[in-house]
């Protein structure tokens, strides 16, 4: 007959131990059994009292009769011994426990060397029996001599033993060597010749061989090896193959030992193999054992060992031609087997992987008949562990797969779907696979992805036969996470809907499942369901973005250090740095977040209850639900929550939910998408400012500013000089009482002067309504005035001096009209292309910012900006093509000339103060005569000295311009007005005036007063007197300059003119003066006056001119001509005293 289970844990130094049974009879519980057979198993060597060797054994728990009967083939596969277990309670019992224990040992009669009891329970008087196989204890827990019992025991069968090698090995010659068989061949040696040479021989090698297993389990290593070597060179003389084969697996066994004292069975079996290391190397060695340097401590030992003992390389050849010869036998194939385990095993410690697995594919093929499926799967999993060993991962995942599908063959009345299960988990890092998902976010995929799909539907399956549908939705999870980019687009929808299916029996989440201690699947988020590119977190728009006062800026700044900047302080964490972003989010205000997704399904992949994942602050996250086209491209998603406290807010991630299951996707474990940033800081909340307005909405942006800048624009059209009121309200939609409100404008792209104010407004109104409560209005009135420069353009200036148009001759009393008519070399000015020279419509434009703050965020120094727009084209109303001066009548007086040209399409109406109304048609120019006082500009307020040092001088003058021009504008008073249009405004000569003009209405610093008996006269004033009377003449000089000035000498010249050109001087004998015809001056100082007083007598009657000149002195010369511009005098001289009515 042939052995029928291969043990497949064997390993060579196996050959050396002997076998001994554990088995229970009687009522032994289980767990109490195991307890004593681990203690039992703890005993796995004893070194031998009086001997240095060491007797090494092998417990079984269960072990076939029919295994036993190969005992004379390999020694170490015979029971020698018996260790019984049982227990007995009362002594009635015990004879029955005594007759089953001797029944027991019947079993293993022919092979057993010695047996033991062991009773447990019973006391009383035949417990305290003196007997060498009997030990009685207690309980289980009161045995503590076991392992001594053991031991004792060991020491028996060791006797035994060595009395039996002794025995073999001291045959003489002369005796007839008895035949040693294997069961199946004891049928075949029936009537052979004994006595022949042939069969003599046999009989002896066998015999050898059997002494050398015997001298190999006594643990004399080197006798074993000479026996050995003899039964080899016998046993191949008779071509005795099956048991040629065993003595060269003998060799093999007892060389692996010499050389590999630590064991190749993976784990140390209860050897010790130091233990001539801690010992006395002469006294306790075991023969071929080497210390750790790998050299014999017994160097006699050594001389043998290298004489009999294998190479490492001989073992391998020598295995081979053993399992070659038993190759040959049918009935041999569990010893081939099992010799095909141990030299692999033995070819895993010499890392030579290839020919182990050579072995292996020969153990692969080796038939042993009809197996069950259970040892069906203990070979497969035998083999696939033995794979591992040599490091064929992939063999040995394959192997384990065969074994867990074994598990669930057709033929097994009961699927064990639990122990396939296991095994295909355990199949999983030979095929590169693992079930944590962020393994494969590590760079390019490993393994045949193939392969892997194919296990994991088999663990999906597996796990449904189970009855657990949440693992079927974990690995379903897990297959459509990791393997996405190896799905065909019909893999994808089916493995879609498989998971849809168990989603809706068993919802998938984000919890860890744990299947035991050692084994947790980890949560499978989604991260392609779908792909997210980039994480961006948008700052809030432009009119909630919270702003810093300025002066708190710093308040948050460590003082630790004396530097105003640190590099240290502020970069000191790598982190903060490259991930803390530079704007803030308002606590109670909406906030977003942008995702860039991508959609890799072929068909429209619904995402629901898309949201944040945030940790910091309270957030309030707002679930979106998504509808992505199939394979969509970039698509931008944005994602919305509510910060509900203040702090730093950081933004993990994103949770999902695609085809039921809840996925937490967080941006660590996502190092592909971009981000730039994902902390940002959450300030304390603001109120919200919304406004409206009484004009229309506007598309115009100004152009330095964004549309996001602006919460809202404006657009008007005006005339040039045209002023528009605007109505804003303001609204507080927030939660925040508005506290604080301040207003500002700032003109924006524009080229062109202003001079006005173009947006003004009175706020006081409005601040008596602070603080505004939420859901309360107030409203705000601004002025939007335009004024640009009314002055012509070059070429309208040229036209209009070629067309005929001067001052000269003109009577001051009759403003010319005059219509331009057109050069035959130019084209006419009101044509088309005219109209659209000179009525260019230009653009302002303006932002009115509206600062406001409240509630908490403003006692954290915080505020909020509401801009708006504000758009305004011009149309031009009346250009001022050319202004002049011409002198009045009197000194402080003079006539300011303006030709002034409509450009407009309708009529219009220029007015102004002291002078009459002005028509103009369209495209029509006409002069207009204005008299006015001249200006005493010095006395406009000045800057002072350090606002003065700190300008620039082309904006100092620019300063001086300006005021000079609206103190002229506010005397002339121009307006227009269209009638049809009903629109009017004003117009402002100041973009007209240059330097002469200025100048000429500009008073002079010296201001001279001339009075005759008393009355101030002008040129345009009469003095009558009487012929024969004294008329006193009186000169007042009033110093409006910045210097003294004087002294001076005046000269009174009196003149007749004839009104023909002639004026006659020679008037000594009609005018005599009393007194002095020169008047002297002393020095007048500044802002004083200084007054000289003569007389004049005229003797005839007539009309008489005073020409009062200067004396030529260095005075007069440093200063300008038109400081000493005196009035003339005009008097009349009668002969009779005036009329009544004349």
Not at 40 to 45: E, G, L, N, P, R
Not at 565 to 588: L, T
Request: a negative charge.
């Amino acid at each position: 007959m042939k052995m029928s289970v291969p043990d497949y844990m064997q390993c060579a130094e196996d050959h050396q131990t002997v076998l001994v049974v554990v088995q229970p009879f009687g009522i032994v519980p289980e767990d109490h059994f195991f307890k004593i057979y681990k203690r039992i198993a703890s005993v796995s060597q004893v070194s031998i009292r009086d001997s240095q060797r060491i007797l090494y054994i092998r417990y079984r728990h269960h072990y076939l009769p029919e295994n036993n009967e190969w005992g004379d083939f390999q020694t170490h596969r015979k029971v020698v011994g018996l260790i019984a277990i049982t227990t007995c309670t009362s002594a009635k019992d015990w004879p029955q426990t005594a007759e089953r224990f001797h029944g027991q040992k019947e079993v293993y009669s022919s092979t057993l060397y010695d047996s033991r009891c062991l009773v447990f329970g019973l006391q009383g008087e035949i417990a305290e029996q003196q007997r060498t196989d009997m030990a009685f204890y207690p309980s289980f827990d009161e045995c503590s001599d076991v392992e001594r019992r053991v031991e004792d025991f060991v020491e028996s069968i060791f006797i035994v033993l060595e009395s039996k090698r002794l025995d073999r090995a001291t045959d003489k010659s002369g005796d007839k060597t008895p035949l040693l068989c294997v069961p199946f061949e004891k049928k075949d040696f029936v009537g052979l010749d004994t006595d022949s040479r042939h069969y003599k021989k046999r009989c002896q090698g066998r015999m050898r061989k059997h002494v050398g297993d015997l001298c190999l389990q006594a643990g004399m290593l080197q006798d074993a090896l000479v026996h050995y070597h003899m039964a080899v060179e016998l046993l191949r003389g008779v071509n005795d193959h099956l048991w040629l084969g065993a003595a060269l697996e003998g060799l093999c066994s007892a060389s692996v030992i010499s050389h590999y004292p630590g064991g190749t069975g993976g784990k140390l079996l209860g050897r010790k193999p130091s233990i001539s290391q801690t010992t006395d190397a002469g006294k306790r060695h075991r023969p071929g054992a080497l210390t750790t340097n790998g050299i014999s401590a017994d160097t006699s030992t050594e001389i043998g060992r290298a004489k009999n003992c294998l190479s490492p390389e001989d073992i391998i050849e020598k295995y081979k031609e053993a399992i070659s010869y038993y190759g040959k036998y049918k009935n041999a194939g569990v010893i081939e087997l099992e010799a095909c385990v141990k030299a692999v095993r033995v070819l895993a410690i010499q890392k030579r992987a290839r020919e182990a697995s050579e072995f292996l594919q020969n153990a692969v093929y080796i038939n042993l008949g009809q197996l069950s499926e259970e040892e069906k799967i203990q070979r497969y999993s035998i083999l696939s562990e033995l794979y591992e060993l040599i490091g064929f991962h992939r063999k040995s995942a394959f192997f384990k797969r065969v074994a867990a599908m074994q598990c669930v063959a057709p033929t097994i009345p009961e699927p064990g779907w639990r122990a396939c299960y296991k095994l295909l988990l355990e199949t999983l890092p030979g095929y590169s696979l693992s079930l944590d998902p962020k393994d494969f976010n590590k760079g390019t995929h490993r393994g045949w992805a193939a392969v892997q799909m194919r296990l994991l539907h088999e663990l999906v399956y597996a796990s449904r036969r189970m009855g657990n549908p949440g693992l079927s939705v974990r690995h379903l999870s897990f297959l459509l996470q990791t393997m996405l980019d190896f799905l065909s687009d019909q893999e994808k929808k089916e493995v879609t809907q498989s998971l849809e299916n168990y989603s809706s029996k068993c919802p998938g989440g984000m919890e860890v499942i744990t299947l035991s201690a050692e084994l947790k699947l980890p949560p499978v988020p989604f991260t392609k369901l779908p792909i997210v590119r980039s994480v961006k977190l948008l700052n809030l728009p432009v009119s909630l973005r919270p702003h810093k006062v300025k002066g708190l800026l710093g308040q948050n700044v460590s003082t630790a250090s004396p530097f105003i900047y640190s590099p240290i302080i502020m970069h000191s964490r790598g982190e903060e740095r490259c991930k803390k972003i530079d704007f803030q989010w308002v606590q109670g205000d909406v906030c977003e977040v942008q995702l860039m997704v991508y959609n890799p399904m072929p068909y429209e992949l619904r995402v629901e209850n898309m949201g944040l994942l945030t940790s910091g602050v309270q957030f309030e996250s707002l679930p979106a639900a998504l509808s992505l086209p199939a394979e969509s491209g970039l698509y931008p998603v944005t994602l919305v929550g509510v910060p509900r406290t203040a702090g730093n807010i950081t933004v993990n991630g994103y949770h999902t939910s695609v085809f039921g299951v809840t996925s937490d996707c967080l941006l660590e474990d996502l190092p592909a998408v971009k981000t730039s940033g994902c902390l940002v800081e959450v300030i304390p909340s603001l109120p919200r400012l919304q406004l409206a307005t009484s004009l229309p909405r506007s598309a115009h942006t100004p152009q330095p500013m964004s549309k996001e800048e602006l919460s809202s624009s404006v657009s008007v059209q005006l005339f040039n000089g045209e002023t528009q009121q605007l109505t804003i309200t303001l609204e507080n939609i927030g939660c925040e009482d508005i506290e604080t409100l301040e207003v500002t404008s700032k003109v924006v792209n524009t080229k062109e002067k202003v001079f006005s104010n173009f947006l003004s407004w009175k706020l006081e109104e409005a601040l008596s309504h602070l603080p505004l409560k939420p859901g309360l209005t107030v409203t705000l009135t601004v002025s939007i005035q335009v004024k640009l420069d009314f002055s012509g353009q070059e070429n309208l200036l040229q036209d209009l001096n070629d067309d005929g148009i001067s001052v000269t001759g003109l009577p001051i009393c009759s403003p010319l009209r005059q219509v331009l008519k057109p050069r035959p070399e130019t084209k006419p000015i009101s044509n088309d292309s005219g109209k659209l020279e000179y009525s260019h419509i230009k653009t302002l434009e303006a932002v009115l910012n509206f600062k406001y703050s409240g509630g908490a965020g403003k006692v954290d120094g915080y505020y909020r900006e509401l801009s708006l727009g504000v758009h305004v084209d011009v149309e031009p109303s009346v250009f001022f093509t050319r202004v002049n001066t011409l002198p009045a009548t009197s000194t402080r007086q003079c006539h300011l000339l303006l030709d002034i040209f409509n450009p407009t399409e309708h009529e219009l109406t220029v007015s102004a103060n002291r002078s009459q109304d002005l028509v103009l048609h369209a495209s029509e120019c006409q002069r207009m005569a204005i008299q006015v006082d001249k200006f005493d500009f010095e006395s406009l307020p000045q800057l002072d000295q350090e606002t003065a040092h700190f300008t620039n001088p082309k904006q100092l003058e620019e300063e001086r311009q300006h005021a000079r021009g609206c103190q002229i504008n506010s005397k002339l008073q121009i307006c227009w007005s269209i009638p049809s249009l009903q629109r009017c405004g004003e117009a402002s000569v100041e973009g007209a005036l240059n330097q002469l003009v200025l100048e000429h209405l500009q008073l002079a610093p010296l201001q001279w007063d001339v009075l005759v008996n008393g009355k101030p006269c002008d040129s345009d004033l009469v003095a009558d007197c009487k012929v024969g009377d004294a008329v006193t003449l009186e000169v007042k000089l009033t110093n409006l300059s910045k210097n003294p000035v004087g002294p001076l000498a005046l000269t009174v010249m009196p003149f007749q003119d004839y009104q023909n050109g002639v004026q006659n001087y020679d008037l000594d004998k009609a005018v005599t003066f009393i007194g002095s015809e020169t008047f002297f001056i002393d020095t007048v100082k500044p802002k004083e006056s200084s007054t000289c007083n003569g007389a004049l007598l005229f003797l005839y009657m007539g009309d008489y001119y005073l020409n009062i000149k200067f004396q030529d002195d260095n005075t007069r010369r440093e200063l300008p001509l038109a400081w000493f511009t005196l009035p003339s005098v005009y008097i009349r001289a009668l002969d009779t005293p005036l009329q009544a009515g004349a």
